[in-house]
């Protein structure tokens, strides 16, 4: 199991908008492609030196074909819609994290 992290910081003039933009649309529409089974979006409690609000955003997918999946038929897509909506106000890095172990008591 792979877990796609996007790490946003937002902008605090559009970060109302954004933030119901992720939960209404974007999120779903990242579900919607069938390629991540959930999505979890979690504040993240630092102050950042640039400003701004900071979220991470982590999407299970179940292997690395699937991932590169995404990569190759949506991944632009969806990313072209927060550049349009939001240039200039955010700014993102993604990574890769293998789940080596989970536990639910």
Known sequence: MLIYNVTINIDESVHDQWLS???DKHVPDM???GKFSHAKMVKV?????MGGITYSVQYTTK???TLDSYYKE???RL???AQKLFANKFVAFRTELEVISQQIP
């Open 79 to 81: 990313r072209s819609d």
């Open 74 to 76: 949506d991944a632009d």
């Open 21 to 23: 933009w992720m939960r």
């Open 45 to 49: 409690l630092v102050e950042e030196d």
């Open 63 to 65: 292997d690395r074909k």
């Open 31 to 33: 579900l919607a492609t």
